[in-house]
């Protein structure tokens, strides 16, 4: 009899954990996205270490105050000062930065993390 | 002959209605570079030229130059400008006047010296601005003159891609002069497609036209800040904006024109080869300054892209004779010709960008490549009913559009254009499909998709609304006496 109420018993645990598992997956962001909202990315120079901010406001959906194109990939502005194009990698972290030249375009590369932080 | 007139009576009805506005813009400075930065720095911090100058200040309170302008830079770019020149007048003028029958030789010279005469004076008034100056459109530039003393001693900029390059430390008249013999060289190219049967009157009235309308619009979206340069497209010295662009109108303009006579299609033996190797010589060697030239300075990069355009010139011709040995069964002096011809085309796009082991691998596309579209394409009975009377098409367009791809495969990151310091360090590179982005192939075939069908339907609509006034081709009559018929000259004195 102990056996026979023993395997409902571990079913049912085993079965409201699972649930539990995949509502918290569901609701917890993919861990390949590091950045899914940042406030502020701070990015770094692999080559030189020089490191710099950039503020994102996914309300108003701009980067340093310029109109940018948030998704869940991949966030992407034009510097429409000096006319720079910047492409955010979400997943890889990693940032380019197209600027036009007299030979077309030429590339930049950094890498980005969120901090919390703004200001 | 009344038609031609009436153009012409057009094209300077609307020059003199230029003029006004061109004097009350003439004392324009060039536009300043960059605006101050934002989210990064500038990208790379200019070359110091200014203590030099100081330096040499005398005690009477003069000095040689501005502080902007750094000697070597500025001898180098004029220097490079003036190899290209040379393969202008008189590299490509002794070439076809070498390479075409006896009796086209003076036509076919005069041609390339009057094209590069005439861009020249279309350049310098309204055709730089449309490809350097100031954004009109998102591929075209204000049409403005670059012809004032404060244009031309002004520190030399290109507004539109100021950003991406560091300021420039030579002055307008350098940089305008410098691009207008890659202008020049791009209609002289295209020439190569209708020796032997275009009308000169045609050819005086189409080269202002092709450049202004078609020139500019490739040179501004790709050279000028355009919308290919901001989207990341990438052209070192010209594969699309002059060859693949030289090549497709060249094919276009043959179609349209129409073939030469049939006795001259069947047989048209070159009249001087020696001279063809003269200016084949001169050709290459002046690539140096065609790709060396671009990178605006005489830095490190300069110098990777004048021994890739040499290492990849090489291996064409090298690989361009093995072909037709292989075909043919015997090497052929202007099968090398030509196979010198598409490496140097092949690397123009690349020869910055790619390290020398991509300078190979395009060295030997390039002989393989444009060589099957030359003698098996060009020759089949679909391609062969236009008239392409020296190939451009092969050796310029192919080879100039599978450089561009071949950039979006090969290009090394490590190849630094420019070195960058704080945030932009280590400098502007481009990343090929080999190092992991294969978007810029991507970038790389959607240029060359707009060069192609700017240039193909720009050539065609140009002729077509040109031939409702003037004769594109010659009569039958003048085809057959040629050269003597249509200059009272010869190349070759009868006594």
């Keep these: 009899m102990p056996i026979s109420l023993q395997i409902p018993t571990v079913t049912a645990v085993t079965a409201g954990l699972s649930i539990a598992a995949i509502v918290l997956a569901m609701a917890a962001p993919p861990s390949s996205d590091p950045v899914a909202d940042p406030t502020r990315l701070r990015c770094t120079n692999p080559a030189s270490g020089t490191t710099w901010d950039v503020a994102i406001d996914p309300v108003k959906r701009t980067a340093d105050s310029f109109p940018a194109e948030i998704t869940a990939r991949s966030i992407e502005w034009r510097d429409l000062a000096r006319g720079g194009r910047y492409e955010f990698d979400r997943a890889s972290g990693e940032l380019t930065v197209v600027y036009a030249s007299s030979m077309g375009g030429t590339f930049l590369k950094d890498q980005c993390r969120a901090v919390s932080a703004v200001g | ?495």
């Excluded at chain 2, 100021?162 to 430390?169: F, H, Q």
Aim: glycine content about 12%.
């Design chain 2, 1 to 495: 002959m009344t038609r031609a007139r009436a153009l012409m009576g057009i094209v300077l009805i609307v020059v003199l209605n230029l003029l006004p506005w061109m004097a009350a813009s003439a004392q324009n400075q060039p536009a300043t570079g960059t605006a101050p930065a934002t989210t990064t720095p500038a990208p790379t911090a200019p070359a110091a030229a200014a203590p030099a100058a100081a330096a040499a200040a005398p005690a009477g309170g003069w000095v040689a130059a501005p502080p902007w302008l750094n000697s070597g830079n500025n001898a180098w770019q004029l220097a490079a400008a003036t190899f290209v020149a040379l393969q202008s007048i008189p590299g490509l003028m002794i070439l076809y006047a070498g390479l075409v029958k006896k009796k086209w030789a003076i036509n076919s010279a005069f041609m390339v010296m009057y094209a590069f005469a005439s861009v020249l004076v279309v350049w310098v008034l309204w055709a730089y601005n449309m490809s350097f100056g100031p954004k009109w459109f998102p591929f075209l530039g204000q049409p403005g003159p670059a012809t004032s003393a404060g244009f031309e001693l002004g520190q030399a900029t290109v507004p539109e891609a100021a950003s991406g390059m560091p300021d420039l430390t030579f002055p307008m008249a350098t940089m305008t002069y410098f691009q207008f013999v890659f202008a020049a060289i791009t209609v002289i190219i295209l020439g190569g497609s209708v020796l032997g049967r275009m009308s000169f009157k045609a050819w005086v009235i189409f080269v202002p036209l092709w450049m202004t309308f078609i020139y500019t619009i490739g040179a501004f979206s790709i050279w000028g800040g355009g919308w290919l340069a901001a989207a990341g497209a990438v052209d070192f010295s010209g594969g699309y904006v002059i060859h693949l662009a030289a090549g497709v109108s060249g094919f276009v303009a043959a179609s349209v024109v129409g073939p030469r006579l049939q006795a001259d299609r069947d047989h048209f033996p070159p009249n001087n080869l020696l001279i063809a190797l003269t200016g084949a010589g001169i050709l290459w060697l002046g690539w140096n300054g065609f790709n060396g030239g671009d990178p605006y300075f005489a830095n490190a990069n300069a110098g990777g892209a004048v021994l890739n355009t040499n290492i990849a010139t090489a291996v064409a011709l090298m690989t361009w004779t093995a072909m037709d040995s292989m075909a043919y069964g015997r090497p052929s002096i202007v099968g090398a010709i030509n196979g010198m011809i598409a490496g140097l085309v092949g690397i123009t796009p690349a020869a910055g960008y790619v390290n020398g082991w991509g300078a190979i691998i395009i060295g030997l596309c390039a002989g393989i490549i444009p060589w099957f579209s030359m003698n098996k394409l060009q020759k089949s009975a679909l391609l062969s009913k236009v008239d392409d009377t020296l190939g451009v098409l092969s050796t310029h367009g192919v080879a100039g559009l599978m450089g561009g791809l071949l950039t979006g495969v090969l290009a090394d990151p490590n190849m630094l254009v420019y070195i960058g310091t704080g945030s932009n360090a280590p400098g502007a590179s481009t990343t090929g499909w080999f190092y992991g982005n294969f978007k810029q192939f991507l970038l790389q075939a959607e240029a060359a998709g707009f060069i192609i069908v700017l240039n193909a339907i720009g050539t065609y609509v140009i002729l077509k609304v040109m031939s409702f006034f003037v004769s594109l081709r010659m009569v039958d009559a003048t085809l057959q006496a040629g050269d003597n018929a249509v200059h009272g000259e010869e190349a070759y004195s009868p006594v």
